[in-house]
């Protein structure tokens, strides 16, 4: 129940915030782009998911991850919740108010986690329901495949893991929480640049679980289910041992 408390208590943190903002405009914009992309584009795309099997949703999700680079982004998108989400407390000197409560510092990490994963998970529900928006006024003459759809954002949302304990770590430790998107978007160009070199090497980089997590044929998108409960596990043990040592304060 504590640790619940302290999850609603960093999502009210952020009313007067820029947060909300962000996770509504991103989708908002995506749409759009998805929408001028498919209205230009969407008899030559059509044929060419019908010579691949693919149905126009499942063309959708593919020109979401690889036109829009969706799934490139979205790490960078989790690593400025996670700014936004610690922010707060360097802001307001907060930490040791926080920290003075009857809570674990453990609670405090994992709290700070969830945190981030929610809004992350919010982003990836709201980019989903937008290409169904998109596809439904199109008029895509396939009825909608719920299970892709599901899978999709079931796929994101466990990729996001690793990428959300790493900056959930490091964003504790910065008070200038531009370091850590910083480091984000060094870590997605650099994956980015192994991902067209070599998939064997890439499919171990936490900056590219969302991006495996489309679900078509060139990638097996169970890597982004393995890799982020694997990374997020490791990575949020070493990080709740460096929080609960560290004189945060």
Do not use: C
Request: charged share 10%; net charge positive.
């Amino acid at each position: 129940m504590r640790l619940i408390k302290l999850v609603r208590n960093d999502v009210m943190k952020q009313k007067s915030g820029f947060l909300w903002l962000f996770i509504l405009v991103i989708p908002l914009g995506t749409t759009a782009a998805m929408f001028l992309d498919m209205y230009i584009r969407y008899d030559y795309l059509f044929t060419m998911a019908q010579k691949r099997g693919l149905t126009s949703w499942e063309m959708l999700v593919n020109e979401n991850h690889t036109m829009l680079q969706w799934g490139i982004f979205l790490p960078i998108f989790v690593a400025i919740i996670s700014a936004m989400v610690h922010q707060v407390e360097f802001e307001r000197n907060s930490w040791k108010s926080l920290l003075s409560l009857p809570v674990t510092r453990t609670a405090v990490f994992i709290s700070k986690f969830i945190t981030i994963v929610l809004f992350s998970s919010i982003l990836i529900v709201l980019n989903a329901i937008g290409l169904v928006v998109v596809g439904k006024v199109i008029g895509f003459p396939e009825p909608l495949s719920i299970e892709h759809y599901g899978s999709y954002i079931i796929h994101q949302f466990v990729g996001i893991f690793g990428v959300a304990a790493l900056h959930n770590w490091m964003s504790s430790i910065f008070k200038n929480q531009a370091i850590p998107v910083v480091i984000g978007f060094i870590g997605v160009i650099f994956s980015s640049i192994i991902l067209y070199q070599s998939f064997e090497i890439a499919k171990f980089s936490l900056y590219l679980y969302p991006f495996f997590a489309r679900g078509l044929q060139e990638f097996d998108s169970s890597v982004s289910v393995y890799g982020g409960i694997v990374y997020g596990a490791i990575i949020m043990i070493i990080g709740n041992i460096g929080f609960t040592r560290r004189d945060i304060l």
